[in-house]
């Protein structure tokens, strides 16, 4: 294929492929979630989020309209929508059973429709693999799924939730979904799958029990590919976790996680997309009886195999605030970590604030800790609050101290060492804590500066496309230029059709110490600069990494 027979459309797609590559996590200069120079009334979170569920009266003077397989019906009957559904905002909805979106088939939802999940069915909503959900709602008129119990009376687990299924790589063979009564099931070999868009969504007292220890996420997300769209969503008083995700390439943006029973953000499988823009906050009254609450809970899978894909999704800018704000809030023991990373995840944390858990990051089991020596697992600028096991491992027989790792000069952690919630006093976190009305920003000139510092340093993001567009006939990875070089040189490749990309440098002992490139890219050449300011002289080396392609190339920095 030349650039000469290629026409203007495609050409105008493949830029636009480009530009959403390098354009996923938006450089900010702080950590955690918020802007501190924004009131919170000018957040993401205003208009659409909501931190009274219990109380909200919804859609009184509308018609209701049940969907699904209807009223008095037994628990958890099936029904196949097997056609291409809207449901509009002037009707409110009653979800009843398992209310299956089938293959090809689209169910739109028109901004500010209210859908209420009934309790006795176990109303769920699935979007089955190769079926699509349209919900692009905005932040004046959000989509609403809540129980259809009404104010006073409602309860984590009232009704199902959404589970998105598709058909992006996972490292099971035809898994069958968290849940295990849910037909059909998810994963596949297309990493820029879609199933659909999900903008401005709420959803709250989802995660009904299927069984005793089997209950459905507020959100589950199996397999869902890079093409589907999730941002602004919102999930309340799940009575499991309140995001999970199963597989999948998938990237987020503007999550909420507000009182979750399980834990706030929950991956396995492979998953390894990216989210930035992201805050949880617990209840102290609500937390799992029949296992451990965490912020973050990240398997490859159990046992912790080597299966590929790995789970290696990236959260940046994340505040996570646990139940405990002082020593007058009683916590239950069910509450545990801010973030448990075991089973060989590698998982990556960057740019947040985690607070208000008993315990802080523990790494669990050798391969989790391998990883996270090879910073396959990183953790960077994150400001840790802990009351004690601030970083700790568990199941580690390999030599490996995570405090030490955790401590690592210039990658910007602070808060290793043990602090009670008393120590919050002063910081400026008072209102963080506050349940129905929190405003989790940080005070300016107040308390701990290491708690609100800027210095962002997220993956480097200066990827270019060059070459306008032509797609070159085969992978290159060019030398660098210049080389040897101080402090910054120039990166140039060539990948022949779209793919899921990732260009790392490492040092003469394999750790990764940057991450230049990792999303998809449209077929093209690319040019990307490498800053090396921080880092010693030596040889390093840099790999390219599009699909089955992969090269390696040799630098000198010479400081
Ligand atoms: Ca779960
Ligand atoms: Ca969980
Ligand atoms: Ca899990
Ligand atoms: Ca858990």
Do not use: L, T
């Given at each position: 294929m030349t650039k000469a027979i290629l026409p203007l459309l495609v050409l105008l797609a493949l830029a636009a492929g480009a530009a959403e590559a390098q354009s996923f996590f938006t450089p900010v200069g702080y950590r955690g979630a918020f802007d501190p120079a924004q009131p919170m009334g000018s957040q993401w979170t205003a208009g659409w989020t909501n931190f009274s569920p219990q109380s909200t009266a919804y859609g009184a003077s509308r018609p209701q309209v049940v969907i699904g397989t209807g009223l008095g019906r037994p628990a958890r009957e099936s029904f196949f929508q097997n056609f291409n559904r809207r449901l509009d905002a002037d009707t409110v909805y009653v979800l009843t059973g398992l209310y299956y979106v089938d293959s090809t088939r689209t169910l739109t939802v028109e901004p500010g429709t209210v859908v209420l999940g009934d309790s006795a069915t176990q109303g769920t909503l699935i979007i089955r693999r190769g079926a699509f959900i349209n919900a692009a709602a905005t932040a004046g008129a959000p989509i609403v799924f809540a129980p259809l119990d009404p104010p006073g009376r409602r309860n984590p687990g009232d009704w199902g939730g959404i589970v998105l299924l598709g058909r992006a790589p996972v490292n099971k063979t035809e898994p069958v979904i968290e849940g295990g009564l849910i037909a059909g099931s998810y994963g596949g070999t297309n990493a820029l799958d879609s199933t659909g868009v999900m903008q401005y969504v709420r959803i709250e007292y989802p995660g009904t029990r299927f069984q005793l220890n089997n209950e459905v996420n507020g959100l589950t997300m199996g397999g869902v590919g890079s093409k589907t769209r999730i941002d602004h969503v919102q999930v309340s008083?799940?009575?499991?976790?309140?995001f999970e995700w199963f597989g999948g390439t998938v990237d987020a943006r503007y999550l909420v996680a507000l009182g979750g029973t399980d834990d706030d953000f929950d991956s396995d499988f492979g998953w390894s997309g990216r989210v930035q823009f992201a805050w949880a906050k617990k209840d102290p009254n609500f937390f799992d009886a029949a296992g451990q609450t965490n912020g973050w809970e990240s398997d490859n899978d159990d046992p912790p195999s080597l299966s590929n894909p790995r789970t290696s999704g990236t959260f940046s800018n994340v505040t996570l605030v646990g139940p405990q704000q002082d020593t007058s809030v009683a916590v239950n023991s069910r509450f545990e970590r801010a973030a448990l990373l075991r089973r060989n995840t590698r998982m990556s944390i960057h740019n947040s604030i985690l607070m208000g858990y008993p315990f802080g990051i523990e790494i669990r089991n050798d391969t989790t800790a391998a990883g996270a020596l090879a910073s396959y697992l990183q953790v960077r600028n994150v400001s840790l609050q802990a009351r004690t096991n601030v970083v700790t491992s568990s199941s580690v027989t390999i030599p490996f101290s995570a405090p030490t790792w955790f401590a690592t000069a210039g990658w910007g952690n602070t808060g290793g060492t043990p602090r009670r919630p008393v120590d919050l006093v002063g910081t400026g976190v008072a209102n963080w804590f506050d349940i129905a009305n929190p405003a989790p920003i940080p005070v300016s000139g107040q308390g701990e500066t290491a708690l609100f510092t800027t210095n962002y340093n997220n993956p480097q993001l200066s990827v270019r496309e060059i070459?306008?567009?032509?797609?070159?006939?085969g992978f290159l990875l060019q030398q660098n230029y210049p080389n040897p070089f101080n402090p910054t040189t120039l990166i140039r490749f060539s990948i022949p059709a779209d793919a899921r990309t990732t260009l790392a440098v490492y040092n003469l002992v394999g750790q990764r110490v940057a991450e230049l490139v990792n999303g998809e890219l449209a077929g093209g050449t690319y040019e990307v600069d490498f800053d090396a300011s921080n880092l010693p002289s030596g040889t390093y080396f840099y790999r390219l990494s599009a699909g089955a392609f992969s090269r390696t190339g040799k630098m000198m920095l010479v400081k």
């Open positions: 008083y799940s009575f499991d976790d309140s070459g306008e567009g032509a797609v070159p006939e």
